[in-house]
């Protein structure tokens, strides 16, 4: 069932992931990459402070490019022995991350940054859950880079929502994994719809 917002939607990131959950949902929304260089964790203490930065620089890089709507934007980034899991570089780099994750739980967190033109009311939250990833082997490993799931996704991997082999949510939502926490999203989005 669609949902209508009073106001002008636009998802500021090109995943297809966040796409699909909005969609699903229900809402109508419009697209702008933010096509920002995200910083590596340099200077960041943890994964909260790390996600909201990059996930209120994405929202920044959208909301100067528009006059009115709710820009939304969010970054993901696994955690793991006090540091970060980002995207992998290339096949060689993601078989060093299914290495470090095997058999092994880590976090996933996820910053939002919802920033609403013309006003510049900014709303931004992050959220983690805890992941499972599957103990492999080097067989194993080899099987799972042929998937290509990998490739763009934070923590070497994109969690299938059904009977995942791989990928086992232990705690928080699995939307959030996917990178955008519905949940919290939606209860958001409305208080601001009741705000216009």
């Given at each position: 069932m669609a949902k209508?917002?009073?106001?002008?939607?636009?998802?500021?990131?090109?995943?297809?992931?966040?796409?699909?959950?909005?969609?699903r949902a229900g809402y109508t929304f419009d697209v702008r990459a933010s096509r920002i260089e995200e910083p590596n964790d340099a200077g960041y203490p943890?994964?909260?402070?790390?996600?909201a930065n990059v996930a209120w620089l994405k929202a920044a890089a959208v909301a100067a490019q528009i006059?009115?709507?709710?820009?939304?934007?969010?970054?993901?980034?696994?955690?793991i022995?006090?540091?970060?899991?980002?995207?992998?570089?290339?096949e060689a780099d993601a078989r060093r991350i299914l290495r470090l994750l095997s058999g092994r739980t880590h976090q996933l967190w996820t910053g939002v940054c919802l920033w609403r033109k013309p006003d510049g009311l900014q709303v931004l939250w992050q959220e983690s859950s805890d992941?499972?990833?599957a103990g492999l082997d080097e067989k194993?490993?080899?099987?799972?880079l042929r998937t290509r799931l990998w490739e763009?996704?934070?923590?070497?991997y994109a969690v299938l929502e059904c009977d995942d082999p791989y990928v086992t949510v232990t705690s928080g939502s699995i939307s959030?994994?996917?990178?955008?926490?519905?949940?919290?999203?939606?209860?958001?989005?409305s208080l601001l719809a009741e705000r216009v």
């Open positions: 209508q917002l009073p106001f002008r939607l636009i998802l500021g990131s090109a995943s297809l992931g966040r796409r699909e959950l909005l969609h943890n994964a909260r402070t790390l996600v006059e009115d709507g709710v820009v939304l934007a969010a970054d993901s980034i696994g955690w022995d006090g540091m970060p899991i980002c995207k992998p570089a290339d992941v499972l990833f194993g490993i080899d099987t799972y763009g996704c934070a923590g070497a959030n994994v996917i990178g955008l926490p519905m949940e919290s999203l939606e209860r958001r989005l």
